[in-house]
Protein backbone atom coordinates (compact mmCIF):
# COMPACT_ATOMS: atom_id res chain seq x y z
CA UNK A 1 0.00 0.00 0.00
CA UNK A 2 2.90 2.39 0.91
CA UNK A 3 4.35 1.99 -2.53
CA UNK A 4 1.28 2.83 -4.60
CA UNK A 5 0.72 5.48 -2.59
CA UNK A 6 4.20 7.16 -3.51
CA UNK A 7 3.98 6.16 -6.65
CA UNK A 8 0.81 7.83 -7.31
CA UNK A 9 1.98 10.83 -5.92
CA UNK A 10 4.99 10.69 -7.88
CA UNK A 11 2.79 10.86 -11.03
CA UNK A 12 0.08 13.58 -10.03
CA UNK A 13 3.15 15.77 -9.14
CA UNK A 14 5.05 14.52 -13.14
CA UNK A 15 1.38 15.74 -14.65
CA UNK A 16 1.81 18.99 -12.78
CA UNK A 17 4.70 19.72 -14.32
CA UNK A 18 4.51 18.78 -17.93
CA UNK A 19 1.74 19.35 -20.46
CA UNK A 20 -0.73 16.07 -20.80
CA UNK A 21 0.22 16.07 -24.73
CA UNK A 22 4.25 15.38 -23.88
CA UNK A 23 3.21 11.60 -23.41
CA UNK A 24 0.75 8.95 -24.39
CA UNK A 25 -0.59 6.02 -22.38
CA UNK A 26 1.74 2.77 -22.96
CA UNK A 27 2.22 -0.53 -21.19
CA UNK A 28 5.90 -0.36 -21.42
CA UNK A 29 8.12 0.26 -18.40
CA UNK A 30 11.40 1.88 -18.59
CA UNK A 31 14.96 0.58 -18.23
CA UNK A 32 16.37 -0.08 -14.66
CA UNK A 33 18.54 2.41 -13.61
CA UNK A 34 22.37 1.79 -13.95
CA UNK A 35 25.54 2.58 -12.21
CA UNK A 36 23.88 2.59 -9.14
CA UNK A 37 26.78 4.32 -6.50
CA UNK A 38 26.61 5.00 -2.35
CA UNK A 39 28.71 7.12 -0.68
CA UNK A 40 29.10 5.98 3.30
CA UNK A 41 28.35 8.51 6.09
CA UNK A 42 27.43 8.53 9.34
CA UNK A 43 23.82 7.04 10.25
CA UNK A 44 23.21 8.05 6.39
CA UNK A 45 24.09 6.99 2.75
CA UNK A 46 23.76 8.56 -0.21
CA UNK A 47 22.80 6.87 -3.64
CA UNK A 48 23.33 7.76 -7.09
CA UNK A 49 22.97 6.58 -10.77
CA UNK A 50 22.70 7.21 -14.19
CA UNK A 51 19.41 9.43 -15.68
CA UNK A 52 17.01 7.17 -17.35
CA UNK A 53 16.58 8.73 -20.80
CA UNK A 54 12.50 7.84 -21.46
CA UNK A 55 10.67 10.61 -22.35
CA UNK A 56 7.79 9.94 -20.52
CA UNK A 57 9.92 9.42 -17.14
CA UNK A 58 8.21 10.53 -13.80
CA UNK A 59 10.57 9.04 -11.45
CA UNK A 60 12.52 6.87 -9.00
CA UNK A 61 11.72 4.06 -6.71
CA UNK A 62 14.88 3.17 -4.08
CA UNK A 63 14.40 0.21 -2.40
CA UNK A 64 16.40 -1.67 0.47
CA UNK A 65 17.19 -5.03 2.09
CA UNK A 66 19.83 -6.78 5.01
CA UNK A 67 20.69 -9.32 2.40
CA UNK A 68 21.45 -9.08 -1.64
CA UNK A 69 18.64 -12.21 -2.30
CA UNK A 70 16.31 -10.81 0.26
CA UNK A 71 13.01 -8.99 -0.24
CA UNK A 72 13.51 -5.27 -1.07
CA UNK A 73 11.39 -2.79 0.84
CA UNK A 74 10.65 0.92 -0.66
CA UNK A 75 11.96 3.49 1.57
CA UNK A 76 11.70 6.18 -0.65
CA UNK A 77 10.52 8.45 -4.38
CA UNK A 78 12.41 10.59 -6.03
CA UNK A 79 12.75 13.08 -9.24
CA UNK A 80 16.06 13.17 -8.75
CA UNK A 81 19.07 10.50 -9.67
CA UNK A 82 19.89 10.82 -6.07
CA UNK A 83 18.24 9.85 -3.16
CA UNK A 84 19.52 10.35 0.70
CA UNK A 85 18.95 7.28 2.85
CA UNK A 86 18.50 8.98 6.41
CA UNK A 87 17.24 6.38 7.94
CA UNK A 88 20.45 4.12 7.49
CA UNK A 89 22.16 3.13 11.20
CA UNK A 90 25.97 2.64 11.68
CA UNK A 91 27.11 -0.72 11.58
CA UNK A 92 24.01 -2.16 9.68
CA UNK A 93 25.18 -3.68 5.98
CA UNK A 94 21.90 -2.24 3.30
CA UNK A 95 21.97 -3.41 -0.33
CA UNK A 96 20.12 -1.26 -2.30
CA UNK A 97 18.08 -0.89 -5.73
CA UNK A 98 16.29 1.53 -8.03
CA UNK A 99 13.69 1.44 -10.13
CA UNK A 100 12.14 3.87 -12.95
CA UNK A 101 8.45 4.41 -12.89
CA UNK A 102 6.66 6.21 -16.04
CA UNK A 103 3.44 8.49 -16.05
CA UNK A 104 1.53 5.88 -16.83
CA UNK A 105 2.68 4.14 -13.86
CA UNK A 106 4.55 1.27 -15.58
CA UNK A 107 7.40 0.44 -13.05
CA UNK A 108 11.21 -0.83 -13.72
CA UNK A 109 12.81 -4.14 -12.26
CA UNK A 110 14.99 -3.59 -9.98
CA UNK A 111 18.13 -1.93 -10.98
CA UNK A 112 20.92 -4.76 -11.91
CA UNK A 113 23.77 -3.55 -10.35
CA UNK A 114 24.89 -4.51 -7.06
CA UNK A 115 25.55 -2.10 -4.44
CA UNK A 116 25.84 -2.25 -0.58
CA UNK A 117 26.89 0.14 2.17
CA UNK A 118 27.67 0.13 5.64
CA UNK A 119 27.57 3.76 7.35
CA UNK A 120 30.31 4.31 10.29
CA UNK A 121 31.06 7.48 12.30
CA UNK A 122 33.12 10.32 11.66
CA UNK A 123 34.49 13.39 12.87
CA UNK A 124 35.56 17.02 11.50
CA UNK A 125 38.52 19.34 12.89
CA UNK A 126 39.44 17.25 15.87
CA UNK A 127 42.29 18.41 17.63
CA UNK A 128 45.66 16.65 19.32
CA UNK A 129 48.64 17.83 20.65
CA UNK A 130 52.38 16.69 20.77
CA UNK A 131 52.77 13.99 23.49
CA UNK A 132 56.08 15.88 25.12
CA UNK A 133 53.95 18.94 25.70
CA UNK A 134 50.35 17.76 26.66
CA UNK A 135 50.58 13.72 27.12
CA UNK A 136 46.80 14.07 28.67
CA UNK A 137 45.40 15.50 24.99
CA UNK A 138 47.54 13.53 22.37
CA UNK A 139 46.14 10.29 21.81
CA UNK A 140 42.61 9.38 20.23
CA UNK A 141 39.81 6.69 20.75
CA UNK A 142 37.62 5.92 18.24
CA UNK A 143 35.58 3.07 19.35
CA UNK A 144 34.88 6.32 22.17
CA UNK A 145 34.90 9.06 19.82
CA UNK A 146 37.50 11.03 22.62
CA UNK A 147 41.03 12.63 22.51
CA UNK A 148 42.80 10.53 25.41
CA UNK A 149 46.62 10.74 27.12
CA UNK A 150 48.81 8.92 24.49
CA UNK A 151 49.45 5.61 26.95
CA UNK A 152 45.93 5.61 27.97
CA UNK A 153 44.41 2.20 27.56
CA UNK A 154 41.78 3.41 24.50
CA UNK A 155 44.23 5.27 22.56
CA UNK A 156 44.36 3.69 18.83
CA UNK A 157 47.11 6.47 17.80
CA UNK A 158 48.72 9.43 19.42
CA UNK A 159 50.52 12.88 18.07
CA UNK A 160 54.41 13.44 18.79
CA UNK A 161 56.59 16.10 17.57
CA UNK A 162 60.34 14.29 17.72
CA UNK A 163 63.70 16.56 16.60
CA UNK A 164 61.49 18.88 15.08
CA UNK A 165 59.42 15.95 12.93
CA UNK A 166 55.65 15.39 13.73
CA UNK A 167 54.67 11.36 13.51
CA UNK A 168 51.71 9.32 13.58
CA UNK A 169 52.29 6.67 16.42
CA UNK A 170 50.94 3.43 17.14
CA UNK A 171 51.24 0.81 19.64
CA UNK A 172 52.74 -2.43 18.16
CA UNK A 173 49.54 -4.55 18.46
CA UNK A 174 48.07 -1.76 15.85
CA UNK A 175 49.07 -1.33 12.07
CA UNK A 176 49.27 1.92 10.33
CA UNK A 177 49.78 3.22 6.61
CA UNK A 178 50.04 6.30 4.94
CA UNK A 179 47.79 6.39 2.06
CA UNK A 180 49.31 9.61 0.27
CA UNK A 181 47.91 13.16 -0.53
CA UNK A 182 43.88 13.30 -0.74
CA UNK A 183 41.50 15.75 -1.36
CA UNK A 184 39.49 14.58 1.68
CA UNK A 185 38.40 12.10 4.03
CA UNK A 186 36.29 10.18 1.49
CA UNK A 187 38.62 9.77 -1.03
CA UNK A 188 40.22 6.22 0.65
CA UNK A 189 37.13 3.87 0.16
CA UNK A 190 38.47 0.42 2.01
CA UNK A 191 41.39 -0.63 4.01
CA UNK A 192 44.51 -2.06 2.03
CA UNK A 193 45.26 -5.94 3.08
CA UNK A 194 48.91 -5.02 2.92
CA UNK A 195 51.70 -2.69 3.40
CA UNK A 196 51.47 -2.00 6.66
CA UNK A 197 53.98 0.10 8.50
CA UNK A 198 56.71 -2.60 10.20
CA UNK A 199 57.64 -2.17 13.61
CA UNK A 200 61.45 -1.70 14.21
CA UNK A 201 63.37 -3.86 16.69
CA UNK A 202 63.54 -2.69 20.12
CA UNK A 203 60.60 -0.34 19.90
CA UNK A 204 56.95 -1.08 20.83
CA UNK A 205 55.50 1.83 18.38
CA UNK A 206 54.93 1.83 14.68
CA UNK A 207 54.98 5.30 13.31
CA UNK A 208 54.60 7.18 9.92
CA UNK A 209 55.48 11.11 9.62
CA UNK A 210 52.33 13.35 9.71
CA UNK A 211 51.89 15.26 6.74
CA UNK A 212 49.46 17.29 6.28
CA UNK A 213 46.62 16.64 3.53
CA UNK A 214 47.88 12.87 3.74
CA UNK A 215 45.42 10.21 4.55
CA UNK A 216 46.15 7.37 6.62
CA UNK A 217 44.57 4.15 7.52
CA UNK A 218 44.97 2.59 11.18
CA UNK A 219 44.03 -1.22 11.50
CA UNK A 220 43.56 -1.17 15.29
CA UNK A 221 43.84 -3.75 18.18
CA UNK A 222 40.49 -5.36 17.92
CA UNK A 223 40.41 -5.39 14.13
CA UNK A 224 38.70 -2.50 13.41
CA UNK A 225 39.84 -0.11 10.71
CA UNK A 226 39.58 3.33 10.56
CA UNK A 227 41.06 6.44 8.65
CA UNK A 228 42.27 10.32 9.36
CA UNK A 229 43.18 13.19 7.26
CA UNK A 230 45.55 15.63 8.68
CA UNK A 231 44.25 19.06 7.64
CA UNK A 232 46.79 21.39 9.67
CA UNK A 233 49.49 20.84 12.03
CA UNK A 234 51.06 24.25 13.64
CA UNK A 235 53.31 24.03 16.59
CA UNK A 236 52.58 21.53 18.79
CA UNK A 237 48.76 20.91 17.12
CA UNK A 238 47.48 18.82 14.69
CA UNK A 239 43.90 19.12 13.40
CA UNK A 240 42.50 15.59 11.82
CA UNK A 241 39.34 14.46 10.76
CA UNK A 242 38.69 10.71 10.82
CA UNK A 243 35.97 7.43 10.21
CA UNK A 244 35.82 4.62 12.04
CA UNK A 245 34.19 1.43 10.68
CA UNK A 246 32.53 -0.13 14.27
CA UNK A 247 32.08 -3.78 12.17
CA UNK A 248 34.84 -6.11 13.04
CA UNK A 249 37.07 -7.41 10.51
CA UNK A 250 34.87 -4.92 7.40
CA UNK A 251 37.40 -2.72 5.73
CA UNK A 252 35.04 -0.83 4.06
CA UNK A 253 35.49 3.15 5.04
CA UNK A 254 33.40 4.52 2.60
CA UNK A 255 32.07 2.71 -0.97
CA UNK A 256 32.84 5.35 -3.72
CA UNK A 257 32.07 2.91 -6.65
CA UNK A 258 31.31 -0.70 -5.77
CA UNK A 259 28.13 -2.57 -8.43
CA UNK A 260 28.16 -5.59 -9.96
CA UNK A 261 26.18 -6.51 -13.00
CA UNK A 262 23.56 -8.88 -11.59
CA UNK A 263 23.27 -9.99 -14.70
CA UNK A 264 26.09 -12.19 -14.62
CA UNK A 265 24.64 -13.59 -11.34
CA UNK A 266 23.22 -16.67 -10.62
CA UNK A 267 20.89 -15.23 -7.65
CA UNK A 268 17.32 -14.07 -8.28
CA UNK A 269 16.14 -11.28 -5.61
CA UNK A 270 12.83 -12.31 -4.30
CA UNK A 271 9.80 -10.07 -4.80
CA UNK A 272 9.89 -6.35 -3.37
Known amino acids: MKKMILIVAAIIFAAGCHNVNDWEYDS????PPRNINTITGDNRVDIYWQRNKEPDLAGYNVYFSYSYDGTYELIGTTYDNYFVDYGARNGVTYYYAVTAFD???????????????????????????DLHVSPSNSGYDFSDYS??????????????KYEGIYYLNVW??????????TYDIYDVSFAPTDGWVPINDGENI????AIPGHTYVIWTWDNRYAKVR???????RMIFDWAYQTVEGNRQLKINR???????????????
Request: charged fraction near 30%; charge should be negative.
Open 28 to 31: IPPM
Open 103 to 129: YNNNESELSYDVVYDTPRPEGFDRALF
Open 147 to 160: VVPYDGEGADFFFE
Open 172 to 181: EDTDIQDMGP
Open 206 to 209: KYVE
Open 230 to 236: ISAIAGD
Open 258 to 272: KSIDRKNLSLQRKGR
